[in-house]
């Protein structure tokens, strides 16, 4: 059992759609969530993290945790086609060896369209 | 917010060589880090690299196939050895500061024919 797993998708909505995309983790010892946006043969580009459990809202997305049922969200409203990207859930950590070292997920393609 | 430059952006190598890849930070960073994507799949960490000292593996990677540098706290290289095909793959380099979480270079695409 991958210690992430993400839904790889794709997933295809029109645009002005809300997204909704998830990830579920096994491991308690993560502290640190985060989502990463990547564009076709480009690096990825952190867009929202979290250290707790709860919502983080950063003008069209919303990041959710849930430690208690070791699940995370990142919530796309009102999505452009330029939105379309594959986005990569990654967690981390508290500190220790382990420190900055990121586990990903296997990321879900996105696709916006008009 | 800090760039990072990775180069070469691509290449093409022959089986049994050897490719270096090289990673700039424009500020300094606490830490650097290189990563695998292969074909389809998501970052797979290969290594945590150490300013001036040995790298440290992850489980499934070695220093004789993925010997890193680390010379100062803004330049790392990534050495991929003795290449196969299965080598092809976007390598990626981390860094991550004080008060920054993880950001990454835009990756070299190598493919190994």
């Known amino acids: 059992q991958k210690e992430v797993e993400q839904d790889p998708g794709p997933l295809s909505v029109p645009e002005g759609a809300i997204v909704s995309l998830n990830c579920t983790y096994s491991n308690s010892a993560f502290q640190y969530f985060m989502w990463y946006r990547q564009y076709s043969r480009k690096g990825p580009e952190l867009l929202m993290y979290t250290y707790s459990s709860g919502n983080k809202e950063d003008g069209r997305f919303t990041a959710q945790v849930d430690k208690s049922s070791k699940y995370i969200s990142l919530f796309i409203r009102d999505s452009q086609p330029s939105d379309s990207a594959t986005y990569l859930c990654?967690?981390?950590?508290?500190?220790?060896?382990?420190?900055?070292?990121?586990?990903f997920g296997q990321g879900t393609i996105l696709t916006v369209h008009p | 917010s800090a760039v990072i430059s990775q180069k070469p952006s691509r290449d093409i190598c022959q089986r049994g060589t050897s490719l270096t890849i090289q990673c700039q930070v424009d500020s300094q960073v606490t830490m650097m880090f290189w990563y695998r994507q292969q074909p389809g799949q998501s970052l797979t960490l290969i290594a945590t690299?150490?300013?001036?000292?040995?790298?440290?593996?992850e489980s499934g990677f070695v220093i004789d196939k993925f010997p890193i540098s680390r010379p100062n706290l803004t330049f790392s290289t990534l050495t991929v050895s003795n290449m196969s095909p299965e080598d092809s793959s976007i390598y990626l380099c981390?860094?991550?500061?004080?008060?920054?979480?993880?950001?990454f270079g835009q990756g070299t695409r190598l493919t190994v024919v």
């Open positions: 990654a967690m981390s950590h508290a500190g220790g060896t382990s420190y900055g070292k990121l586990t």
């Open positions: 981390s860094g991550r500061g004080v008060n920054t979480e993880a950001f």
């Open positions: 690299a150490n300013q001036g000292s040995e790298a440290t593996y």
